[in-house]
């Protein structure tokens, strides 16, 4: 099965962009649906949205749709979360996650494999 790798992260001032990438190895990785998770200090692990394999909607959290967006470059194994106009409330460790489901899920149990999480910081 797919293995996942999260980059990307780092800090930035409130405002700023980062564009996170997911990598995956070892499995047919076009044939997963990917989700993005992120999870605050104290705070349970939330859906930011997901690319489904078969080619359908992207999905995205409804507080977060006008600022992030998800890409998916299957020539390249990877799924990119691109994230603008951050603020301080976004600082958290985000996570990309695969399933074999055709749709995207919302709920951290839909997925069976996860990367191990890149920490984004926003300062303000």
Same mark, same amino acid.
């Given at each position: 099965?797919?293995? @996942?790798?999260?980059?990307?992260?780092?800090?930035?001032?409130?405002?700023?962009?980062?564009? @996170?990438?997911?990598?995956?190895?070892?499995?047919?990785?076009?044939?997963?649906?990917?989700?993005?998770?992120?999870?605050?200090?104290?705070?349970?692990?939330?859906?930011?949205?997901?690319?489904?394999?078969?080619?359908?909607?992207?999905?995205?959290?409804?507080? /977060?749709?006008?600022?992030?967006?998800?890409?998916?470059?299957?020539? /390249? *194994?990877?799924?990119?979360?691109?994230? *603008?106009? @951050?603020?301080?409330?976004?600082?958290?460790?985000?996570?990309?996650?695969?399933?074999?489901?055709?749709?995207?899920?919302?709920?951290?149990?839909?997925? *069976?494999?996860?990367?191990?999480?890149?920490?984004?910081?926003?300062?303000?």
């Amino acid at each position: 099965q797919v293995q @996942l790798v999260e980059s990307g992260g780092g800090s930035v001032q409130a405002g700023g962009s980062l564009k @996170l990438a997911c990598v995956g190895s070892g499995g047919t990785f076009s044939r997963y649906t990917i989700g993005w998770f992120r999870q605050a200090p104290g705070m349970e692990r939330e859906s930011v949205g997901g690319v489904p394999w078969t080619g359908g909607a992207i999905y995205y959290a409804d507080s /977060l749709k006008d600022r992030f967006t998800i890409s998916r470059d299957n020539a /390249l *194994n990877t799924v990119y979360l691109e994230m *603008n106009n @951050l603020q301080p409330e976004d600082t958290a460790v985000y996570y990309c996650a695969a399933s074999e489901r055709t749709f995207v899920g919302i709920y951290e149990y839909e997925y *069976n494999i996860w990367g191990q999480g890149t920490q984004v910081t926003v300062s303000s």
